[in-house]
């Protein structure tokens, strides 16, 4: 089974704090994602990653970056943490060509 | 941009009955239409997919339809069961590189026993 694991299920950071959200996968997977879910809102890309070292944006990059310096890991910073930046997070892979994403279970971040 | 609105935001029925969730695209380069399930604490599990070659797939109780003329696919889920009740995301991909697929806002069913 593929899985996809998220260094936190919950975390509680201040605003203007440095924050890092850890995903890694172990069926070695080209492609990661990292999306942020939202009510009504559906998910929404951050960014996604096709190889090591290669990001690309998505639909909502302002105020985040990341990180992959190992296939298997896929970091997502925020450099500043904001009040609209409390949301749930999720991680997710795919082999290269196809369309099928695995997700790892979120991370519940809030900035208060 | 491109999006993909998704019908009802809400769905409750009772158990036996079916269950059907709609989604329009506006993408016309998309050809890849997966189903995500998302069960209470958990990360979205793809359920079904259709590609734009195929007008309908069926897995047991599970049914997609594709009509790509009206830019339209469906969820059909029948013979509901209490174990259904989630939140169900469609999704609309250009390629099945799953770069820059485009989600739905997600319907939350509630199967009453």
């Known amino acids: 089974d593929v899985k996809v694991t998220q260094s936190s299920r919950y975390l509680v950071k201040r605003t203007g704090e440095k924050v890092f959200l850890e995903c890694v996968q172990d069926m070695d997977h080209e492609n990661m994602f990292w999306y942020r879910q939202d009510p009504g809102l559906g998910l929404r890309l951050i960014y996604f990653?096709?190889?090591?070292?290669?990001?690309e944006k998505g639909d909502i990059p302002e105020g985040y970056s990341v990180s992959r310096e190992k296939k298997e890991r896929f970091s997502l910073i925020l450099e500043s943490a904001s009040t609209n930046q409390t949301s749930m997070y999720l991680c997710?892979?795919?082999?290269?060509?196809?369309?099928?994403?695995?997700f790892g279970p979120g991370t519940r971040l809030t900035v208060t | 941009g491109e999006n993909v609105e998704q019908h009802p935001s809400t769905l409750s029925v009772q158990e036996g009955d079916s269950a059907v969730i709609k989604c329009t695209y506006s993408d016309s380069a998309s050809n890849y239409f997966p189903w995500y399930k998302q069960e209470l604490g958990k990360g979205p599990q793809l359920i079904i997919d259709?590609?734009?070659?195929?007008g309908e797939k069926k897995d047991q109780r599970i049914a997609v339809t594709l009509n790509k003329t009206a830019k339209h696919f469906s969820l059909h889920i029948t013979e509901t069961q209490p174990e259904d009740s989630a939140v169900y995301f469609c999704a609309a991909s250009p390629n099945t590189g799953g770069f820059k697929t485009i989600f739905g806002a997600g319907t939350r069913l509630f199967v009453k026993a």
């Open positions: 990653s096709y190889d090591v070292k290669m990001k």
């Open positions: 997710a892979s795919s082999l290269r060509g196809r369309g099928e994403q695995y």
């Open positions: 259709i590609r734009s070659n195929v």
